[in-house]
């Protein structure tokens, strides 16, 4: 793919995924054009006086939630990357229909606005938290992605093609633990909810190249889940604080112990990479299965959970992932 002919846009680009896209976008592949679609002109102006200011960059103030201004900022693009979203579990719990509106008519609006303005690929950010989902979060994330993946149905003879990746916990994103966590460092004591808790984990530098490599091998209908490492919640708190007592307060509302990326069900349509998994669609033969001959399936009974992961990160290993948010002015708030 020769991105200096691209022009591509994200929405919730000044989010934590959304910065460290622009960024490695534009020093590392230089689109023609490269639009930030968000809501937030605070946030806008911060990444200009941050640097974030280059002749090829663009500014646009916008909600996923108004199609029209979709459309007008979708003119004459070639790519788009959904990662707009309200993801705080706790605020999503307490405000439903605000997370329904932004999570999944939000997502509706996308698509409608990439097939009236003619756009290539559509790209939408998932999470581990829409399989077997236990939170409203999570279920309309799950939404979100099968409305992404089913739109290939729409676009019919045209051009436009929707995919999803799908990843676990993004070290330091806004709604880390690790923060939390420095943060209550100074005290002694750290609050966990459960000592058997186990998660994904994944660095957002990590997690934005995975979205770059998908983009350019997406046909459309998949859904793309990377193969990343879990830890034990008692090792990310050991890595942190190495000394600090460990306080259980339980788990919370819509917290699940374990997570996974992929279910048992979706295992039957799933193909396995060297670094990945493909999820095709179950229900549409006439669209997403080009990977066919490209993996192997995977056994009966298979499901990829944080706490049956062949990969684990040792206390060492999570010290080095974390070591870059040390001196950094995390934004705190409650953990996906």
């Not at 200011?53 to 500014?59: D, E, F, I, K, M």
């Not at 788009?80 to 997502?107: D, F, R």
């Not at 374990?258 to 990945?276: F, G």
């Amino acid at each position: 793919m020769n991105w200096n002919e691209k022009v591509v846009l994200i929405t919730g680009g000044t989010g934590s995924f959304g910065k460290k896209f622009v960024e490695i976008i534009l020093n590392e592949y230089r689109p023609a054009k490269l639009i930030v679609f968000s809501r937030d002109e605070l946030k806008q102006h911060e990444m200009r006086v941050a640097g974030f200011n280059q002749p090829n960059l663009r500014y646009f103030i916008g909600d996923v939630r108004d199609v029209e201004r979709l459309r007008r900022a979708m003119h004459g693009v070639d790519i788009v990357v959904h990662a707009a979203a309200l993801k705080q579990v706790p605020a999503c719990e307490y405000n439903p229909m605000e997370a329904i509106k932004t999570n999944i008519l939000g997502s509706s609006n996308v698509v409608d606005a990439a097939l009236d303005a003619g756009v290539k690929q559509v790209l939408a950010l998932s999470t581990d938290k829409a399989v077997n989902p236990v939170n409203l979060y999570g279920a309309t994330k799950l939404a979100a992605e099968k409305l992404f993946v089913q739109s290939n149905s729409y676009a019919g003879g045209m051009a436009t093609r929707f995919a999803c990746v799908r990843y676990g916990n993004v070290v330091g994103s806004r709604g880390s633990v690790v923060p939390i966590f420095m943060q209550q460092r100074s005290s002694g004591r750290l609050t966990i909810t459960d000592a058997r808790m186990t998660r994904f984990w994944l660095t957002l530098e990590q997690s934005v190249r995975f979205v770059i490599s998908r983009i350019e091998q997406m046909h459309g209908g998949e859904v793309f889940v990377p193969k990343i490492p879990s830890t034990k919640i008692v090792d990310l708190a050991k890595a942190i604080a190495p000394d600090a007592k460990l306080e259980v307060m339980g788990i919370r509302p819509g917290e699940k112990l374990h997570e996974v990326l992929i279910s048992e069900d979706e295992a039957r349509s799933t193909l396995e990479m060297d670094d990945m998994f493909v999820v095709q669609p179950s229900g549409a033969l006439w669209f997403g299965h080009e990977w066919q001959e490209c993996g192997k399936p995977l056994p009966d009974g298979f499901h990829y959970a944080s706490d049956n992961n062949p990969q684990w990160l040792n206390v060492d290993q999570i010290r080095q992932m974390v070591a870059p948010f040390e001196n950094k002015n995390l934004n705190i708030a409650p953990e996906e």
